[in-house]
């Protein structure tokens, strides 16, 4: 007996007719912003080979990822992230290309969340990648358009925070711990579970390191954020990483953004992963990040080729969500219908082809009444109705909004 052939699976859900449009929308103008600033789009395979994310870092846990054997017996997996298969490409097919290689994509990952938390398992994401160098130039660059993607989906509705996780990890590589002591530490920064952190932290000792990682959770807000750090703990690395942080933040506050970026040196997340700057967008009505990224510099040595790289993705689904939630979006309707009398349907057809020419959006109906065609034009809000027969009549269609 069949048990699931009506429904999707946990973490999974199907996008009707409005849904797919308010989506579409999203995409092609970010897609816009994206080719304006000469980045190529490139599509990855939705598997690949399981060493493809069993790197040295174990960014990604096997738990969290969906599996699969190929004919010979390899383990594969459906796409968790988009940023390591990009970086396959660059150090196979893309390795003789010069650099600087700017890249985006628009494709869905898959990610076996635990089933209590109500996350999505199959994410819309685009992104870009900037493969190739270190320049405050390029992280200039990165973010900036990271806030064009963000004001294109809500200009008065978003928060962009910036941090650098260098100086977490200057902080803790001082510390006399274990390497599962550290990395407890970087997860209760990044839940901001200040009890459990205090705690941790008492039993490794009472110093300035110690005192300095228990404040950064509360090292959020504007320019004044960096005098803090420095008091708390300096050294010529740290007193670098803040210096070069401020002044990016400098920059992008005479955007005019007022209010709207802020500086968070407790975005420590994925500290295997990213090297530099970080970043984090947020829109009202979702308390999860939708945008999220930062500078990566050692992951594509992890494939045989050693250059720097930076870059973002965007929850495509989250931003979709919002708006409809807001009722914002209303589905376009059709111009017209064509309805064609008996015997003149391929008539029909051409006059309504000769309107779609002409840019309209015209349907063609396939009721056998020129009454049931006015009907339906009206439920679905179409104003006018075209008959054509040995001549060719309009009708206009009441319609309640």
């Given at each position: 007996m069949k048990q699931y052939d009506l429904i999707t699976p946990e973490g999974t859900n199907d996008l009707?007719?409005?849904?797919?449009?308010?989506?579409?929308?999203?995409?092609?103008?970010?897609?816009?912003?994206?080719?304006?600033k000469g980045y190529c789009e490139i599509v990855t395979p939705g598997i690949e080979f399981f060493d493809v994310f069993n790197l040295r870092s174990r960014y990604f846990p096997q738990e969290s990822m969906y599996k699969l054997v190929d004919g010979k017996g390899r383990l594969l997996v459906v796409r968790p992230d988009s940023t390591m298969p990009i970086a396959r490409v660059a150090a196979t097919r893309l390795r003789e290309v010069p650099l600087p290689l700017r890249m985006f994509y628009r494709q869905n990952v898959y990610r076996n969340s635990p089933a209590m938390r109500g996350g999505s398992d199959e994410i819309k994401q685009m992104g870009i990648e900037l493969i190739g160098s270190d320049s405050r130039r390029a992280d200039?660059?990165?973010?900036?358009?990271?806030?064009?993607?963000?004001?294109?989906?809500?200009?008065?509705?978003?928060?962009?925070?910036?941090?650098?996780?260098?100086?977490?990890?200057?902080?803790?590589?001082?510390?006399?711990?274990?390497?599962?002591?550290?990395?407890?530490?970087?997860?209760?920064?990044?839940v901001k579970n200040y009890p459990a952190l205090n705690d941790l932290l008492d039993s490794i000792g009472n110093n300035k390191i110690t005192n300095a990682l228990k404040q950064l959770p509360r090292l959020f807000g504007g320019v004044e954020v960096f005098e803090k750090a420095a008091n708390l703990?300096?050294?010529?690395?740290?007193?670098?990483?803040?210096?070069?942080?401020?002044?990016?933040?400098?920059?992008?506050?005479?955007?005019?953004?007022?209010?709207?970026?802020?500086?968070?040196?407790?975005?420590?997340?994925?500290?295997?992963?990213y090297t530099g700057v970080v970043m984090k967008g947020y829109l009202e009505g979702c308390g999860d990040e939708v945008l999220s990224g930062g500078r990566y510099n050692h992951l594509l040595a992890e494939f045989g080729?050693?250059?720097?790289?930076?870059?973002?993705?965007?929850?495509?689904?989250?931003?979709?969500?919002?708006?409809?939630?807001?009722?914002?979006?209303?589905?376009?309707?059709?111009?017209?219908?064509?309805?064609?009398?008996?015997?003149?349907?391929?008539?029909?057809?051409?006059?309504?082809?000769?309107?779609?020419?002409?840019?309209?959006?015209?349907?063609?109906s396939v009721f056998g009444t020129l009454e049931e065609t006015k009907k339906y034009a009206a439920d679905r809000k179409i104003r006018k109705v075209i008959c054509v027969s040995d001549k060719i009549t309009e009708a206009e269609v009441n319609v309640n909004e």
């Open positions: 009707l007719f409005e849904d797919c449009a308010i989506r579409n929308g999203i995409e092609q103008r970010i897609a816009g912003i994206f080719s304006s200039l660059e990165v973010i900036t358009t990271a806030i064009e993607v963000l004001a294109s989906c809500d200009n008065e509705k978003f928060r962009f925070e910036i941090g650098d996780i260098g100086f977490f990890r200057e902080l803790v590589s001082k510390l006399d711990t274990d390497d599962a002591s550290k990395e407890e530490i970087r997860s209760l920064i990044e703990f300096a050294d010529e690395k740290i007193n670098k990483i803040l210096s070069d942080l401020k002044a990016i933040y400098n920059d992008l506050s005479a955007l005019g953004y007022d209010g709207k970026i802020t500086v968070d040196l407790g975005i420590v997340n994925k500290m295997d992963y080729y050693d250059v720097p790289a930076t870059g973002f993705a965007v929850n495509i689904d989250a931003a979709a969500k919002l708006i409809k939630r807001s009722n914002t979006y209303k589905a376009p309707a059709a111009d017209a219908v064509v309805f064609a009398e008996n015997g003149y349907e391929m008539d029909g057809l051409k006059y309504a082809h000769k309107l779609i020419s002409e840019g309209l959006t015209v349907e063609n």
